[in-house]
């Protein structure tokens, strides 16, 4: 991580896009320095000052452009994130595209409420009254993981620009050309050029948009680049918001619908790969039901198509992004079978071209099993067969990350009583993923899965400061406690203090 003073001249080889799907490249970005993204950003500081002092209805009204040009643009998008990012079309559409024109509606319809003034009554000083007012933060940095291109660094920048600030965005060296089409979007829809900008990098180019002057960062990626972002962050006492690694449990009551269970828990643990932060990382089945379970989840993995979507045809599970990712993905599941975890379906890598791992589900798997503790982000669903619910929210619980978990059950209000026993930061009944795809509920994690929240009222107002106006309502020539102090103001203060916060006369 560099420092203001320290920053080493970064590596400039440019950066090559590669199809995961075939291997073939694509197109190159440049890897850019510190100074370049320094001026950057101060460009994005520039711009924001006029755009900063627009209404939020102005603003949102601009900003609903994009959606508008988003939505006739489609195909291109979905076309770029299938070569680019190894998506099947449909996870491209709706986990993508659609997923941030709905959040461009629905916020630029609700922002002007969402921030307007809310005042804060005070219970004592009723001469007096209190708002909290939100003003644009200046310049939101926003750096971005690989697996969701377009709607983890899209949706937050659309939420940053409606609430005034400028963005600049760091995407993944692995899909760089995503972000420069939703940059070509974004000025297609007539927005100024210099409020949202793109700094194309490796790592060493992240590191560089901390230190280069932003107000507020908004970051998703791994907990081991987060710890270093918060620490960057720290050190030049920026707020950040941090998207981090998940290992969602998914707990099988007796009494689940196993047909849905099955089906969920499939799509929850293949979709986009398996590379979700919200997959299905882990299944805690009670005894009663197990069997079951893993017959119907094999039935429905073994029936699905893998492979190229960019080559046209149907495909239900695409390529995985990024070569690391498959060794990573590899190595859990070799170890989770040295260990006595049994294959019933898949297990191994596809040979070339392309980055394919056949989508897998392990049985008699144990808790003490890296592939049920560490984040496995591809297409392996490991399951293990538990004694009761009470266990399975134990073992669910026994984990360093928290983001997402899912219970499946009929019966609603045990579903809703496991769910709050779950240390997680959205937990769905009888279903898996969606929530990202509603901008109106908060996303985040506890414990290493990260700080704060994005989309929602919350997300939207951590994109402002929030100002507190406190101000007179009547004129009073001054205060009683201002100086000179007496004796009778102190007498008659500790009075009024016993008569208010001590026992009342009619409690005596
Ligand atoms: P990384 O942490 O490797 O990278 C995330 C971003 O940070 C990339 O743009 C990366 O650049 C950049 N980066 C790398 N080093 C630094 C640094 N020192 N300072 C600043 N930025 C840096 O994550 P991945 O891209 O591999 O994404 C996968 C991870 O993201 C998984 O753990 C997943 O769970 C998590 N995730 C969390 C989500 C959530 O909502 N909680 C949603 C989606 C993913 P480069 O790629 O060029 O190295």
Known sequence: MGSASTTTPLPSSPIVSINPATGQPLGEVPDMGADEVRKVVASARAAQQAWGQLSIEARSRRVLRFAEVLMTRAEEVIDLLVREGGKTRLEALGMEVVLVADLVRYFTKHAAEMLAPVPVPLHLMKHRASYLHFTPRGVVGVIAPWNFPFSIPIGETMMALIAGNAVVLKPSEVTPLIAAKAREIYLAADLPPELFQIVTGRGGTGAALIDAGIDFCVFTGSVATGKKVAAACGERLIPCTLELGGKAPAVVCHDADLDRAAQAITWGGFANSGQVCASVE???????????????????????????????????????????????????????????????????????????????????????????????????????????????????????????????????????????????????????????????????????????????????????????????????????????????????????????????????
């Open 282 to 508: 882990r299944v805690y089945a009670v005894g009663s039901v197990h069997d079951q379970l893993v017959e119907r989840i094999v039935r429905e993995a073994k029936s699905l198509r893998q492979g190229d979507a960019s080559a046209g045809g149907e495909v239900d599970v695409g390529a995985m992004a990024w070569d690391r990712q498959v060794d990573n993905v590899e190595k859990l599941v070799d170890a989770a079978v040295a260990a006595g975890a049994k294959v019933e379906t898949g297990g191994k890598r596809k040979p070339g071209p392309g980055l394919f791992y056949e989508p897998t589900v392990l049985s008699g798997c144990r808790q003490d099993m890296d592939v049920m503790r560490k984040e496995i982000f591809g297409p392996v669903i490991p399951i293990m067969r538990v004694e009761s619910e009470d266990e399975a929210v134990k073992l669910a619980n026994d984990s360093h990350l928290g983001l997402l978990a899912y219970v499946f059950t009929r019966d609603r209000e045990r579903g809703r009583r496991l769910a709050e026993r779950i240390e997680a930061g959205t937990v769905m009944v009888n279903d898996v993923l969606n929530t990202y795809a509603c901008p109106e509920t908060p996303w985040g994690g506890v414990k290493q899965s990260g700080i704060g929240r994005t989309h929602s009222i919350l997300g939207l107002r951590d994109m402002c400061e929030t100002k507190h106006v406190n101000h007179d309502r009547v004129s009073l020539g001054r205060e009683v406690w201002w100086y000179p102090y007496k004796d009778g103001t102190f007498k008659a203060l500790l009075r009024g203090a016993r008569l208010l916060f001590g026992k009342r006369p009619w409690q005596r």
